[in-house]
T-cell receptor
Framework: DAGITQSPRHKVTETGTPVTLRCHQT?????MYWYRQDPGHGLRLIHY???????DKGEVSDGYSVSRSKTEDFLLTLESATSSQTSVYFC????????????FGQGTRLTVV | QQQVKQSPQSLIVQKGGISIINCAYE??????FPWYQQFPGKGPALLIA?????SEKKEGRFTISFNKSAKQFSLHIMDSQPGDSATYFC???????????FGTGTKLQVIP
């Protein structure tokens, strides 16, 4: 597996609380992504980063924010968790833009109760 | 339109049979079409990819067929094995852009 570590791997949180998921890479890849995976929806892009402090929104960014202060770390924050944000979250990295291979982490299963 | 439509949602194939998963897209600017394979509890991993300048790409038992005029591409798994049981995602992207658009996934089960 590519050097991608997501933490935590599982989390249960209450509605209204903030939650931060961490993605750490050891590959020195420029691009990092956060996706959510839901049945019937496949993988949907939340936010992505194309460099330190350079981030942009994906297709389902409402209720999420990200930060990238170092090349190796990309944080996803749910500002006030809702039940609709119960999902499996995947971090991915790539060396180049969209037409290069993306390497995915193992995922974080988040349950909002 | 950035959508990629994938079918079927689920597929059951006998061992040794051919598994076929289809995808269709609308944006003619897409120029890279990867397929990802995901086993339970794991992240997706690149299986095979094709660019629109070729109509077919084969890697072992896995083949992508690409029809540019119809804006469709498909994954064929020959001699399907129980170890191929996984979820498969087609995707599409544009050179120079970071975003990759994924299909909704096909859960394949290969039964002995």
């Amino acid at each position: 597996d590519a050097g991608i570590t997501q933490s935590p791997r599982h989390k249960v949180t209450e509605t209204g609380t903030p939650v931060t998921l961490r993605c750490h890479q050891t590959e020195n890849h420029r691009y990092m992504y956060w996706y959510r995976q839901d049945p019937g929806h496949g993988l949907r892009l939340i936010h992505y980063s194309y460099g330190v402090k350079d981030t942009d929104k994906g297709e389902v960014s409402d209720g999420y924010s990200v930060s990238r202060s170092k090349t190796e770390d990309f944080l996803l924050t749910l500002e006030s968790a809702t039940s609709s944000q119960t999902s499996v979250y995947f971090c991915a990295i790539s060396e180049g833009t969209g037409n290069t291979e993306a390497f995915f982490g193992q995922g974080t299963r988040l349950t909002v109760v | 339109q950035q959508q990629v439509k994938q079918s079927p949602q689920s597929l059951i194939v006998q061992k040794g049979g051919i598994s076929i998963i289809n995808c269709a897209y609308e944006n003619t600017a897409f120029d890279y079409f990867p397929w990802y394979q995901q086993f339970p509890g794991k992240g997706p991993a690149l299986l095979i990819a094709i660019r629109p300048d070729v109509s077919e790409k084969k890697e072992g038992r896995f083949t992508i067929s690409f029809n540019k005029s119809a804006k469709q591409f498909s994954l064929h798994i020959m001699d399907s094995q129980p170890g191929d049981s996984a979820t498969y995602f087609c995707a599409a992207s544009i050179r120079g852009y970071q975003k990759v658009t994924f299909g909704t996934g096909t859960k394949l089960q290969v039964i002995p």
